[in-house]
């Protein structure tokens, strides 16, 4: 409970950073939404409109005073309100965010077991090849490469998102295949690794040889004895990966043009959308604190020896 109350200071810590950081964007907003024929009177006119005209403080105020009675306000180039945008679209994102969470860690730790089983061999080999290849290519770049082969070539999945496709639950999830696999391919990368060293490590202490020689199943001694020690760096690293597939599906969704956050993150920090940038910002450091508190959850459920007394 204090960690998920130790989120509201830090939620409005980096949204007042990000407030002021805002400030050195040199895009005027009201002149982006006029247009370049706009008179100076006109731009004068909706900057007073967007309460730009008043003093930097008092804008803040303004924002901590809405935020507080969560209020986000509005897009100011639609009109919409910024809960309802972020209402439709943080569920594509999320989505997107956690099952390349769920692919990295199922195929990460499945083949980190298989290299550590058969370490300095063939498979150890080239898991490990794999692995470094699949840390050093980009998301964006493994999205490009994935719509080519699979979208435009096989014709297995759709290249882009397609709103009449994603009406029904089987059509959206089958358009976010893609882009779940070509964010999570890094993150999958990195934790083979890991679960590699990790299961290596564990396999060569005493109590999994004695386990071995008393005779019992290399499957029930993997998964009952070693994969729970050797799982406790890994949901570490879940963590930090967590939170750099939320950067990475910035790129994903706008090459597969997902309607996602991202896309909307983008957007509003090349026109400085204001109520747009801080409520994405605010939204995802929510979002990292909660996967941290239930992968700090995951520890302490994984070594005793960490929960509080």
């Known amino acids: 409970m204090s960690r998920l109350l130790a989120a509201i200071?830090?939620?409005?810590?980096?949204?007042?950073?990000?407030?002021?950081?805002?400030?050195f964007n040199p895009v005027d907003p009201a002149a982006a939404l006029l247009g370049e024929d706009a008179s100076l009177a006109s731009i004068a006119e909706k900057r007073a409109e967007l309460g730009l005209d008043r003093s930097l403080l008092v804008q803040y105020g303004d924002w901590l005073t809405d935020v507080v009675r969560f209020d986000l306000g509005t897009d100011w180039f639609t009109g919409e309100s910024v809960l309802t945008m972020f209402g439709d679209r943080a569920p594509v994102t999320l989505t997107l965010v956690f099952g390349a969470l769920a692919i990295a860690l199922v195929s990460g730790v499945?083949?980190?077991?298989?290299?550590?089983?058969?370490a300095g061999r063939l498979p150890d080999r080239i898991v490990t090849v794999v692995s470094s290849f699949g840390m050093a290519i980009p998301n964006f770049w493994a999205a490009i490469l994935l719509a080519y082969f699979l979208s435009v070539q096989v014709r297995w999945f759709p290249a882009i998102w397609s709103n009449t496709r994603t009406e029904t639950i089987?059509?959206?999830?089958?358009?976010?295949?893609l882009p779940c696999i070509a964010l999570g391919l890094s993150a999958?990368?990195?934790?083979?690794?890991?679960?590699?060293?990790?299961?290596?490590?564990?396999?060569?202490k005493d109590y999994i040889r004695t386990a071995l020689a008393k005779g019992l199943p290399v499957r029930r001694v993997i998964?009952?004895?070693a994969l729970r020690n050797a799982?406790?760096?890994?949901v570490s690293l879940a963590g930090f990966q967590t939170s750099a597939l939320?950067?990475?599906?910035?790129?994903?969704?706008?090459?597969?043009n997902v309607p996602g956050l991202g896309s909307l993150g983008v957007d509003a920090v090349l026109r400085k959308n204001t109520p747009i940038i801080l409520a994405f910002v605010?939204?995802?450091?929510?979002?990292?604190?909660?996967?941290?508190?239930?992968?700090?959850?995951?520890?302490?459920?994984?070594?005793?020896?960490?929960?509080?007394?």
């Open 9 to 23: 200071p830090l939620m409005f810590l980096t949204g007042t950073l990000v407030f002021f950081l805002i400030q």
């Open 110 to 118: 499945g083949l980190g077991i298989l290299a550590a089983l058969k």
């Open 170 to 177: 089987g059509g959206w999830l089958h358009s976010l295949v």
């Open 188 to 204: 999958a990368a990195a934790i083979a690794r890991q679960s590699r060293s990790s299961m290596i490590a564990v396999l060569q």
């Open 223 to 225: 998964r009952r004895h």
């Open 231 to 234: 799982a406790i760096p890994i």
């Open 246 to 256: 939320i950067g990475g599906a910035i790129f994903v969704e706008s090459v597969f």
């Open 282 to 309: 605010m939204v995802t450091t929510f979002v990292v604190v909660m996967v941290n508190i239930v992968l700090d959850l995951a520890y302490a459920w994984l070594n005793p020896k960490v929960r509080p007394g």
